[in-house]
């Protein structure tokens, strides 16, 4: 309950466990508490470790972490080529014919590429980045649908020393245009268009909408995947197959310092223009191969890793590109919508390539669940034995379809906390390792400390409150582009010397950590800090509710008030009344939602995440603010709509 210290309540009570399978434990790369042991012993030793074990370096460090708060070093001196730890090395060891990507086209085009195709396309683009002018420390802008040429891309710009900027391929001119004079990028590579829901979408239109403002682009590469018709600028605009059909394949991998920027991504957040947040080279990639290879349990040899996020997000950087890559992993890449040309495109894809490993996000478990048990039932995803999920708190019922339904009810499932600012997986399970309880992302991962604090910054080992990090991590953001007092205020100014994550977080009895979502859409009623999250796991474990979204919004009685939006399962319906008493009953009368709207969608994010703060908007009857990173918005258009016409409950 709300103490005396303001702290978010803790509301919802989950008593599931699921203690590994003991098949999956027989082969489990972790399955005891040895890595959790030494990292305990001594954080930078374990981290050096796996740096030395994972990775070839070229030079050796002299410091494993230089820690300045808030800015840390890490593998001081080292040196490395991140290109080299993703492709050439495995070739080197014989492996050049195992399959990096299995790739699919939208229209159901495949293309398999090998780690010594590659690696051949990444020397050759590399070049074709030389003889554009582009060299080390220069920035290079990537806006592109999700073909292989993306990862060719970002893998070229890692191998000269130039920092790649990738821009979602669904964001508007006006982004691009942003966030390639905030990095003044000087190369631009994108493509003519690309395939969603079957259709093409032109992207070289967009970019030349952003273009005729961005002073600093010299070269613009255009990768042919539409096939629609665009215009090229004579002297600035090159076809990606023309420069490659010239290009050189020999072009070796030179050694980086190990704090040489890797890349840029920019997170809009949800005020204030986009933060260039800024990886470097060593730590990154020690990090992303580290975690990729123990939290996913990866067995390069025999498991087909897939990934459903787009490149245009940290999740296709680290667990796409860089960690898969790095470990030598065959994965899956698919260009398009789950929906297309059926509901059930995913799950012949797993059956097809005989995915093991399926990552994705509780958005779209949501919205697997609401298209109904009857897609998946049409394949053979027996394949199957680990799935995971990153972007939003999982509810502990879409948790509990996922592995029932797509898991057979046997795979485990790794609920992965992470940042585009903490660069890969901080708080998960070790899937041989860690019983699960349906909803929580369980401990920090060996090598890593996370905190729960009070409003006054004192650590809590109970209950709900701020998540922190207390120690420097190799992946960590080394500041924001151009800007470092917002890095420091952000990130570094609220509880002392503790990394604040802006999220709220809650321990319970059993230390299992539980996110509680943006601690900026903590809603307070009457006094009480309610997580959005509780009351909408609470919505969504009623078995007629696929999704739903909470926020709080001024109310003249209680300060503020529940409404819900809430998306029902295919099939289903539910009176209003049951559903708020349905949340009382779970978790409690004080957050039984003033007003629940149905809606068949929900706003979101290109990357899934809710856009409550649109919501908030809708609720409040104000205009809306930016909506610039919506997926789709005619969907709050329908909202406001309703939001005007709609009585108001009580
Ligand atoms: C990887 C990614 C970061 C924010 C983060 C959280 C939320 C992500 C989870 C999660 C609960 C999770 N990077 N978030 N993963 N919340 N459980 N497993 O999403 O920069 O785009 O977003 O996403 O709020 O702060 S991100």
Redesign the pocket.
């Known amino acids: 309950m709300a103490g005396e210290q303001n702290n978010i309540d803790d509301l919802l009570l989950e008593n599931r466990k699921f203690p590994p399978p003991v098949d999956f434990q027989k082969n489990a790369l972790v399955a005891g508490t040895f890595l959790y042991d030494e990292a305990r012993a001594d954080d930078e030793g374990f981290w050096a470790r796996q740096a030395a074990e994972l990775l070839h370096w070229d030079t050796d460090w002299h410091t494993i972490c230089e820690w300045n708060l808030p800015y840390a070093k890490w593998f001081v001196g080292g040196q490395l080529n991140v290109s080299f730890n993703c492709l050439d090395r495995h070739v080197l060891a014989g492996r050049g014919d195992k399959v990096a990507i299995h790739w699919e086209g939208e229209p159901g085009d495949t293309r398999t590429i090998t780690y010594a195709q590659l690696l051949d396309e990444t020397k050759k683009f590399a070049n074709v980045l030389k003889s554009l002018g582009v060299a080390k420390g220069d920035r290079v802008n990537i806006y592109l649908p999700m073909v292989p040429e993306a990862a060719v891309a970002m893998l070229a710009c890692a191998r000269i020393g130039a920092a790649h900027s990738v821009v979602f391929g669904g964001f508007s001119s006006q982004a691009l245009a942003d966030r390639i004079n905030d990095a003044s990028a000087k190369v631009l590579i994108t493509a003519d268009g690309g395939y969603r829901r079957g259709e093409v979408f032109a992207l070289k239109p967009a970019a030349d909408e952003a273009l005729a403002n961005t002073p600093t682009i010299e070269h613009v590469v255009v990768v042919k995947r539409g096939g629609n018709d665009v215009n090229m600028v004579d002297g600035r605009d090159h076809w990606y197959h023309d420069l490659m059909a010239e290009a050189s394949l020999d072009c070796p991998a030179e050694p980086m310092d190990s704090e040489q920027l890797l890349f840029l991504l920019y997170?809009s957040g949800t005020t204030g223009k986009p933060k260039g947040i800024m990886h470097t080279t060593g730590g990154y990639l020690t990090h992303v191969t580290y975690t990729h290879k123990y939290v996913f349990d990866l067995h390069p040899e025999s498991d087909v890793y897939w990934c459903t996020a787009d490149v245009g997000?940290?999740?296709g950087h680290s667990y796409i590109v860089y960690g898969p890559l790095s470990n030598g992993a065959t994965q899956v890449i698919y260009e398009g919508v789950p929906n297309f040309p059926g509901n059930d495109r995913l799950w012949s894809i797993v059956e097809k390539y005989g995915v093991t490993i399926f990552y994705t996000a509780p958005t779209a478990i949501r919205t697997f669940m609401k298209w109904g048990d009857q897609e998946p039932a049409k394949h053979d995803m027996s394949s199957l034995r680990l799935l995971g999920?990153?972007?939003?708190?999982?509810n502990p019922e879409a948790w509990m379809w996922y592995r029932d339904t797509i898991g057979r009810g046997t795979c485990p499932v790794v609920?992965?906390?992470?940042?585009?600012?903490t660069g890969g997986i901080m708080i998960s399970p070790l899937p041989g390792a860690t019983t699960l309880k349906p909803g929580s992302?369980t401990f920090p991962l060996p090598g890593i400390t996370a905190e729960v604090v009070d409003e006054s910054g004192a650590r809590i080992d109970h209950g709900g409150g701020y998540l922190t990090l207390t120690r420097p991590w190799p992946g960590m953001l080394r500041g924001i582009w151009g800007d470092p007092e917002r890095y420091k205020e952000t990130y570094w100014s609220r509880y002392g010397d503790r990394y604040f994550?802006?999220?709220g977080a809650k321990l319970d009895a059993d230390g299992y950590l539980w996110?509680l979502?943006?601690v900026d859409d903590v809603m307070n009623v009457s006094g009480h800090r309610i997580s959005t999250t509780e009351v909408e796991s609470a919505l969504v474990s009623h078995p007629a509710v696929a999704e739903a979204a909470v926020v709080g919004a001024n109310d003249a009685t209680t300060g503020q008030a529940i409404i819900a939006y809430v998306t029902l399962r295919g099939g289903s319906s539910v009176d209003e009344g049951d559903l708020r008493n349905h949340v009382a009953k779970e978790i409690g009368a004080i957050a039984k939602p003033k007003t629940i709207y149905f809606t068949p969608e929900l706003p979101k994010t290109r990357?899934g995440?809710i856009m409550r703060r649109l919501l908030r908007d809708v609720a409040e009857g104000r205009n809306l603010g930016d909506t610039t990173t919506l997926a789709d918005a005619s969907v709050v258009n329908e909202l406001q709509k309703r939001a005007a016409e709609a009585p108001s409950e009580d």
């Open positions: 997170t997000w940290i999740t999920s990153v972007g939003e708190p999982i609920d992965t906390w992470w940042q585009t600012e992302a994550a802006g999220d996110l979502g943006r990357s995440k």
